[in-house]
């Protein structure tokens, strides 16, 4: 029996990546102002800044490129994507966007009012930007093993069931329209829900008539957590797992730069289709026509063939987490603090303790990360303080408890060999931590602000 997680696919074509200097990225990350995102690509050896849109689509989907129907209305296209939504997640309605961000936009938009809170399992930027930008006041309702990055709680997705309860008697159903549940809460480090909670979660709302619309960016990456995981899904597929987290909710937003194996695109999917129509009288002012959204029929065509492909067996997400749990490993075994159990998309090195010496507003993680790319032109991303924001009346930092740089791992893009770099370079930074000094603003946007911003070493 093969216990190994070896990529179930073979590579057919190649795309050369550069190698620099250590000079060079010193003035790439000065020019930056100390932010990866403001890198250019081509200054990065080993691009780990995000597993959004990022994944290598496979020949099947390369030849939907070229069969995409770019009718204005009604493409076939279209129509193919609606059929693997309603196969693979089950759900009836398809309201087709350019990314995720523009199906919370338009949910938000369709179901929040001004003074309504929206709970969630742990914020998102942008899914709580839009409840926010809607009138809506974000509560997060997650259990509290997700803050500590060491519990090795099996599900530290999960919804604390009281915090809802509390949070339904304190203000009133009336005023929470919708419960906001993510799917291997990308925050907390890709960590999973149980079915066991979410079944939980759908009882409680319904009797209160509130809505659960899931956040099912990551859902297949969850769904593989709970078979590896949850008593008595051992034997089920992915793919039926998957169907059964979907059937406890209203609806989902999705980003499918994710999970779902392309490089642009997302949909909002529900059941109800007066919810749709709503939906749809928004998509056509903000995104387009309800048979495209944001979207060319090329990126349906290569977005339903990616629905379909993720989801055909369990051999694709066992690769998939399977190179992020390798990863992880090295670093544990370098002694290296991240955030535990391993989850799905990345690594999260826990930079309040690696940089324990500096304090949070001196923006532990983003310094990490900056230092990660001068040491090795491995790109990273700050998830901590810079990436929590201003509180939108107050105007003071949210100090988030978790101060991370997360390590996200393309799909079907890098090998065993670049992990292997990866690690020793972190295990480098690491040996010299005492030695590195926190970092200031020197320009802060108003919203996302981890996006744009620009700092300077705080000396
Ligand atoms: C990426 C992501 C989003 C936002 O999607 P975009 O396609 O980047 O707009 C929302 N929620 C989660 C969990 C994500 O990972």
């Known amino acids: 029996m093969v216990k190994s997680w070896a990529e179930p696919y073979k590579i057919k074509m190649v795309e050369p990546i550069k190698m620099t200097t250590k000079e060079h990225r010193e003035r790439a990350i000065a020019e930056a102002g100390h932010n990866t995102f403001l890198l ?3 200054d990065v050896y080993i691009d780990l800044l995000t597993d959004s849109g990022t994944s290598a689509m496979s020949d099947y989907q390369w030849a939907g490129l070229m069969l995409g129907d770019e009718a204005y209305a009604g493409s076939r296209s279209f129509y193919n994507l609606v059929a693997a939504v309603r196969e693979v997640y089950g759900y ?12 919370e936009h338009i949910l938000s938009q369709i179901l929040i009012k001004p003074g309504d809170y929206v709970p969630g399992n742990m914020y998102f930027t942008t899914t709580r930007f839009h409840q926010e930008h809607a009138g809506g006041h974000f509560v997060d309702v997650i259990v509290d093993e997700a803050f500590d990055p060491y519990d090795l709680y099996p599900f530290k997705g999960n919804i604390d069931l009281e915090k809802l309860g509390a949070l339904i008697a304190e203000v009133g159903a009336d005023k929470i329209p919708y419960i906001s549940v993510e799917t291997n809460v ?8 149980s079915l066991a909670n979410l079944e939980a979660v759908y009882d409680l709302c319904g009797e209160h008539g509130i809505l659960v619309m899931l956040d099912a960016t990551r859902a297949l990456e969850n769904a593989w957590f709970i078979k590896q995981r949850e008593h008595g ?6 793919a039926d797992i998957l169907r059964k987290i979907c059937s406890l909710s209203d609806g989902a937003t999705v980003s499918s730069k994710k999970d779902n194996l392309v490089n642009i695109g997302g949909f909002l999917a529900l059941r109800d289709p007066k919810l749709a129509e709503k939906a749809r009288a928004l998509l056509v002012a903000f995104e387009g026509l309800h048979t495209y959204g944001g ?11 990616g629905i379909e492909e993720m989801a055909a067996t369990d051999d694709h997400v066992r690769a998939r987490t399977g190179q992020v749990e390798y990863l992880g490993n090295r670093l544990l075994k370098a002694g290296i603090p991240i955030v535990q159990p391993i989850g ?3 690594i999260f090195l826990d930079a309040a303790a690696i940089m324990s010496h500096l304090p949070q507003d001196l923006f532990p993680a983003q310094a990490l990360a900056a230092e990660i790319y001068v040491e090795s032109g491995v790109r990273a991303m700050e998830r901590g303080i810079v990436s929590a924001g201003r509180d939108p009346v107050s105007g003071d930092h949210h100090y988030p408890k978790l101060e991370l740089v997360r390590l996200a791992i393309p799909r079907r ?3 065993q060999a670049h992990m292997d770099v990866v690690a020793e370079s972190i295990a480098a930074v690491y040996d010299n931590r005492e030695q590195m000094a926190g970092l200031r603003f020197t320009y802060e946007p108003e919203s996302l602000r981890f996006f744009q911003a620009r700092f300077e070493p705080a000396t």
């Open 40 to 42: 250019r690509a081509e």
């Open 92 to 103: 009836e309605e398809l309201v087709p966007t350019h990314q995720g961000r523009g199906a």
């Open 186 to 193: 990308n925050m907390a480090g890709g960590q999973p829900m």
């Open 233 to 238: 899904y051992e034997d089920w597929s992915v």
């Open 295 to 305: 979207m060319s029929g090329r990126d349906m065509e290569a977005l339903a063939r």
């Open 344 to 346: 799905g998309h990345g």
């Open 413 to 415: 893009v890098y090998t």
